[in-house]
């Protein structure tokens, strides 16, 4: 398997516009978890699916973010209109069953790292 | 005060040197996770453990759920292990996970 691929792997774009993160979680993998990394704060949750159902997505900051899982191998976050604050790196994972020892290992895309000018 | 304190913040060693990074952590879990992120800035998952000790090559990890207290170790160390060393706990067994800030090791040659 190739592993969580994420795209872009970098944006930069003015504020105001809408930016779309992409994520291919590896397949099987049940969980797909969207992470936010900043400086300031590090890593953050923002959002996860289980088989697709959004679960938590009490860290999603503000209306301007949201995010789909239309189907088991593909999803997107998407932040409309964005905002400088909003520069960070985006990481996507996946994970077959995260509550178990032996089948909770998150895998993590490269990350896609967006500068809101 | 953070969920997930993580010690040293930055750590720097003579290659061959033991390291020992810590996380101690304020509420209850289900599982520790130990990631590593190198300068290029991918992330990748070292250990996820719930209790007692686990090892793999040069890397060893423990925790002491009584404590709240977990410790990752490398011996005999590399330039090639100097990364950012993440320290993260899930709560409740979904993989929501509360990270720490980070241990940035840097191994001398």
Same mark, same amino acid.
């Given at each position: 398997?190739?592993?969580?691929?994420?795209?872009?792997r970098?944006?930069?774009?003015?504020?105001?516009?809408?930016?779309?993160?992409?994520?291919?979680?590896?397949?099987?993998?049940?969980?797909?978890f969207?992470?936010?990394?900043?400086?300031?704060?590090?890593?953050?949750?923002?959002?996860? @699916?289980?088989?697709?159902?959004?679960?938590?997505?009490?860290?999603?900051?503000?209306?301007?973010?949201?995010a789909?899982?239309?189907?088991?191998?593909?999803?997107?976050l998407?932040?409309?209109?964005?905002?400088?604050?909003?520069?960070?790196?985006?990481?996507?994972a996946?994970?077959?069953?995260?509550?178990?020892?032996?089948?909770?290992?998150? @895998?993590?895309?490269?990350?896609?790292?967006?500068?809101?000018? | 005060?953070?969920?997930v304190?993580?010690?040293?913040?930055?750590l720097?060693?003579?290659?061959?040197?033991?390291?020992?990074?810590?996380?101690?952590?304020?509420?209850?879990?289900?599982?520790?996770?130990w990631?590593?992120?190198?300068?290029?800035?991918?992330?990748?998952?070292?250990?996820?453990?719930?209790?007692?000790?686990?090892?793999?090559?040069?890397?060893?990890?423990?925790?002491?759920?009584?404590?709240?207290?977990?410790?990752?170790?490398?011996?005999?160390?590399?330039?090639?292990?100097?990364?950012?060393?993440?320290?993260?706990?899930?709560?409740?067994?979904?993989?929501n996970?509360?990270?720490?800030?980070?241990?940035?090791?840097?191994v001398?040659?």
């Open positions: 398997d190739a592993g969580v691929i994420q795209s872009p970098h944006e930069v774009t003015e504020m105001g516009q809408e930016v779309t993160l992409r994520c291919k979680p590896i397949s099987g993998h049940d969980y797909l969207w992470y936010r990394q900043t400086m300031m704060r590090g890593l953050e949750l923002l959002i996860y @699916f289980n088989n697709n159902v959004p679960i938590d997505d009490s860290g999603m900051p503000e209306d301007r973010f949201s789909k899982m239309p189907n088991a191998s593909f999803s997107t998407k932040i409309q209109p964005s905002e400088p604050r909003d520069s960070a790196v985006y990481f996507c996946s994970s077959l069953s995260p509550g178990l020892a032996d089948t909770g290992e998150l @895998f993590f895309g490269e990350g896609s790292r967006l500068t809101v000018l | 005060k953070n969920e304190e993580q010690s040293p913040q930055n720097t060693a003579q290659e061959g040197e033991f390291i020992t990074i810590n996380c101690s952590y304020s509420v209850g879990i289900s599982a520790l996770h990631l590593q992120q190198h300068p290029g800035g991918g992330i990748v998952s070292l250990f996820m453990l719930s209790s007692g000790k686990k090892k793999h090559g040069r890397l060893i990890a423990t925790i002491n759920i009584q404590e709240k207290h977990s410790s990752l170790h490398i011996t005999a160390s590399h330039p090639r292990d100097s990364a950012v060393y993440i320290c993260a706990v899930d709560p409740g067994s979904q993989g996970l509360i990270f720490g800030k980070g241990t940035k090791l840097s001398k040659p």
